[in-house]
T-cell receptor
Framework: GAGVSQSPSNKVTEKGKDVELRCDPI?????LYWYRQSLGQGLEFLIY????????KSGLPSDRFSAERTGGSVSTLTIQRTQQEDSAVYLC??????????????FGPGTRLTVT | DQQVKQNSPSLSVQEGRISILNCDYT??????FLWYKKYPAEGPTFLIS?????DKNEDGRFTVFLNKSAKHLSLHIVPSQPGDSAVYFC?????????FGAGTRLTVKP
């Protein structure tokens, strides 16, 4: 069965450029999450979608970060005017229902972003 | 704000012995706790969970203990195997979010 997929797997970009990261959740999963893991750091929560709406955007590090989800499925995380500190592995996860229900999340392989 | 803390960045144990990974949290509104295991270059995978109404959940070699009054949970792996070597993340979920700890790198030596 298909798991969570993310693209691209690796992205190298120049400082100041915009990047778009894509996540395809498991079919039927209503909740979708974005995290990032910087070198030597734990998982940092970025944003969570329940369906197409994002009840919690508090984790987005700055207004350069935005995310959307359409059709209750695919999500894109956009980083504008990338900075070197944005370099990290960006992980997407999905679950059957939201965090309130305590459903475990299934993670994608991540997108490794390097800003030069 | 670090609402979930794993204070030990690494742990090394001998094969066959018990591994104990610890996690502390600060938010009393968390009501579900999960452990994830992560191998290099892969996304985390779910390992075991526990609801706040319980104090213990066991699944094979893995047992999670929850002490609500101390806001502390632990993951016990016994007996530890070399294949258990990975980074273990503790996670806590509440009404609308899930927070992860920084992870503990477990190394099981043969």
């Amino acid at each position: 069965g298909a798991g969570v997929s993310q693209s691209p797997s690796n992205k190298v970009t120049e400082k100041g450029k915009d990047v778009e990261l894509r996540c395809d959740p498991i079919s039927g999963h209503t909740a979708l999450y974005w995290y990032r893991q910087s070198l030597g750091q734990g998982l940092e929560f970025l944003i969570y979608f329940q369906g197409n709406s994002a009840p919690d955007k508090s984790g987005l590090p700055s207004d350069r970060f935005s995310a959307e989800r359409t059709g209750g499925s695919v999500s894109t995380l956009t980083i504008q005017r990338t900075q070197q500190e944005d370099s990290a592995v960006y992980l997407c996860a999905s679950s059957l229902a939201g965090v309130k229900a305590g459903y475990e999340q299934y993670f994608g392989p991540g997108t490794r972003l390097t800003v030069t | 704000d670090q609402q979930v803390k794993q204070n030990s960045p690494s742990l090394s144990v001998q094969e066959g012995r018990i591994s104990i990974l610890n996690c502390d949290y600060t938010n009393s509104m968390f009501d579900y706790f999960l452990w994830y295991k992560k191998y290099p270059a892969e996304g985390p995978t779910f390992l075991i969970s526990i609801s706040s109404i319980k104090d213990k959940n066991e699944d094979g070699r893995f047992t999670v203990f929850l002490n609500k009054s101390a806001k502390h949970l632990s993951l016990h792996i016994v007996p530890s195997q070399p294949g258990d070597s990975a980074v273990y993340f503790c996670a806590a979920s509440g009404r609308d979010d899930m927070r992860f700890g920084a992870g503990t790198r477990l190394t099981v030596k043969p």
